[in-house]
Nanobody, 127 residues
Framework: QVQLVESGGGSVQSGGSLRLSCAAS????????MAWFRQAPGKERAGVAA???????AYTDSVKGRFTISQDNAKNTLYLQMNSLKPEDTAMYYC?????????????????????WGQGTHVTVSS
C-alpha cells in the first residue's frame, strides 16, 4: 500500500516562497511518475508539475520559471519549490504517484493516470 504524506504548506505573501514535501512509502513501481496537483475552491484538480523515475520533468505553463519539482530517491521524498508565489497559486496541493506507462498514455499532468494520492497540504498566498 503506497502512502503519500505532504507537508510544507502555509500562508505567505505574494512574491514569497514555500517548499512542499511528499514522503512516500510502500512503493512498488519500478518506473513511475510522481506529480503535484492543486485544487482551488470551486475548481477542478489540476496538474502543476510532474517528474518521472529518471528525472524528466513537466510543468503547467502558469508555474514555469517559478516552481521546481525534484525528488530525493534516498529519502523517498518528492519536493516542490515554489518561488514568486501569486495569490492565484492559493490552493490545496496534492502529491500523486502512478506507473510510468499509464501516466504517459493519459497525460503526465492529468489526474487520470495517477493511482495514489496524499491528503493534501494547503497553500495560501495573500496580496
Amino acid at each position: 500500500q503506497v502512502q503519500l504524506v505532504e507537508s510544507g504548506g502555509g500562508s505567505v505573501q505574494s512574491g514569497g516562497s514555500l517548499r512542499l514535501s511528499c514522503a512516500a512509502s510502500g512503493y512498488t513501481y519500478s518506473s513511475y511518475y510522481m506529480a503535484w496537483f492543486r485544487q482551488a475552491p470551486g475548481k477542478e484538480r489540476a496538474g502543476v508539475a510532474a517528474i518521472d523515475s529518471i528525472g524528466s520533468t513537466a510543468y503547467t505553463d502558469s508555474v514555469k520559471g517559478r516552481f521546481t519539482i525534484s525528488q530525493d530517491n534516498a529519502k523517498n521524498t518528492l519536493y516542490l519549490q515554489m518561488n514568486s508565489l501569486k495569490p492565484e497559486d492559493t490552493a490545496m496541493y496534492y502529491c500523486a504517484a502512478g506507473g510510468m506507462t499509464i501516466v504517459q498514455d493519459l497525460g503526465v499532468l492529468s489526474v487520470l493516470g495517477y493511482t495514489d494520492w496524499g491528503q493534501g497540504t494547503h497553500v495560501t498566498v495573500s496580496s
